[in-house]
């Protein structure tokens, strides 16, 4: 279903630790991203990576960080720097674009709580 | 950056009806336009999606109109069913080189009433 998992599907974190989502595809995507929703925001770029071993900050990137260090596998770690951790977050990938090849497949998704 | 507003934010409709939801963007750059549609609990998926050098397509009972000078485009919903239920989102953005990163809008949820 999908080729690209995220896990855990929840997850609950206390104040002030580090937490880290995963994300696997076998898409043999070369492109892969992280997004936040929240209600009413739609989604918010936070990460997004090319190729190996490289990634760019997206538009929410304060307060996270990501790792490609192979292909199939992108993880997030949510800082203690991030003030409003508490969301849902969703990973995508996609080849390269090309006419033939246009879409963003998504995870299902990891829902994070801060306790 | 890409700035994409996207309205309304919620839209209930009677089945059959049609439902028409609107986004603007800012880039005149962007050239690839993707719909997507997310189901409650479920992952967004592509639904439709327009390049620049067209104006409009269609795909049953989904079409989707682009107007370049006025920097907006549309998602039409023709005879909605129960089915046709869910949250929408716009995105824009360029795609050149193999490189495409969208700016999705917020999001319209729409709701067919049986």
């Known amino acids: 279903d999908g080729g690209i998992t995220q896990s855990p599907k929840y997850l609950f974190r206390k104040e002030g630790q580090n937490v880290t989502l995963s994300c696997e595809q076998n898409?043999?995507?070369?492109?892969m991203y992280w997004y936040r929703q929240d209600p009413g925001q739609g989604l918010r770029l936070i990460y997004y990576?090319?190729?190996?071993?490289?990634?760019q900050k997206g538009d929410i990137a304060e307060g996270y960080s990501v790792s490609r260090e192979k292909k199939e596998s992108f993880p997030l770690t949510v800082t203690s720097a991030q003030k409003n951790p508490t969301a849902f977050y969703l990973c995508?990938?996609?080849?390269?674009?090309?006419?033939?090849?246009?879409?963003?497949?998504f995870g299902q998704g990891t829902r994070l709580t801060v306790v | 950056g890409e700035n994409v507003e996207q309205h309304p934010s919620t839209l209930s409709v009677q089945e059959g009806d049609s439902a028409v939801i609107k986004c603007t963007y800012s880039?005149?750059?962007?050239?690839?336009f993707p719909w997507y549609k997310q189901e409650l609990g479920k992952r967004p998926q592509l639904i439709i999606d327009?390049?620049?050098?067209?104006g409009e397509k269609k795909d049953q009972r989904i079409a989707v109109t682009l107007n370049k000078t006025a920097k907006h485009f549309s998602l039409h919903i023709t005879e909605t069913q129960p089915e046709d239920s869910a949250v929408y989102f716009c995105?824009?953005?360029?795609?050149?080189?193999?490189?495409?990163?969208?700016?999705f809008g917020r999001g319209t949820s729409l709701i067919v009433h049986p």
């Open positions: 995508a990938s996609s080849p390269l674009w090309g006419p033939m090849n246009t879409e963003a497949f």
């Open positions: 898409l043999n995507h070369d492109a």
């Open positions: 990576s090319q190729i190996v071993n490289d990634f």
């Open positions: 880039d005149s750059a962007s050239n690839y």
């Open positions: 327009i390049r620049s050098n067209v």
């Open positions: 995105a824009a953005g360029v795609a050149s080189g193999g490189s495409y990163i969208p700016t």
